[in-house]
């Protein structure tokens, strides 16, 4: 869904692009969600699961944020924040696996998911007034960028506990 997705957005010669564009990430954001939830209720989920769902998330945040900048929706500062702790969390993530280890998800990446969402959601359909200085997906997409360093911060955290408690040799 991500390349209609980011084709709607850039597609302004089509009347309402914007809102093809939310209705194709809200699609996608609402199935991925309940893809995790049947998951975790039939199967309680697996590895591949988990890493699947997740780099699926990374790829919708990634590629609509990046549409949304370039058309002057989204700040380029809390786009590159969110784009940055989507590929630094993969890369921690990689090291542990290769060590054979595991970084479930958390609470405050489930929270930092649903912000972003709803952020993104709201930055195409732009309220036409602003709350004070800005309008309300800018302030939601604030919530969504502490929401992400929150998350980071978590992860940083299971990485290093894993690092100190686990010597063992990388394999390559």
Not at 98 to 122: D, H, M, N
């Amino acid at each position: 869904m991500v390349l209609p997705i980011m084709a709607f957005t850039r597609a302004d010669q089509i009347e309402n692009n914007l809102v093809y564009a939310a209705i194709l990430f809200a699609v996608a954001a609402f199935t991925d969600s309940l893809d995790g939830f049947i998951a975790r209720r039939t199967t309680g989920g697996t590895v591949l699961g988990a890493f699947l769902d997740t780099t699926a998330d990374k790829i919708l945040v990634t590629g609509t944020l990046l549409a949304l900048v370039s058309v002057d929706r989204v700040s380029i500062w809390p786009a590159a924040i969110i784009i940055f702790r989507e590929f630094a969390v993969m890369a921690l993530r990689g090291v542990v696996a290769q060590r054979g280890g595991l970084i479930k998800p958390s609470t405050w990446g489930k929270i930092k998911t649903v912000t972003q969402f709803v952020a993104i959601f709201l930055a195409f359909v732009r309220l036409a007034d602003p709350w004070g200085p800005w309008y309300l997906d800018q302030w939601v997409m604030l919530l969504a960028v502490l929401a992400t360093i929150g998350s980071m911060w978590g992860y940083l955290t299971a990485f290093w506990d894993v690092i100190r408690t686990e010597p063992t040799e990388v394999k390559s």
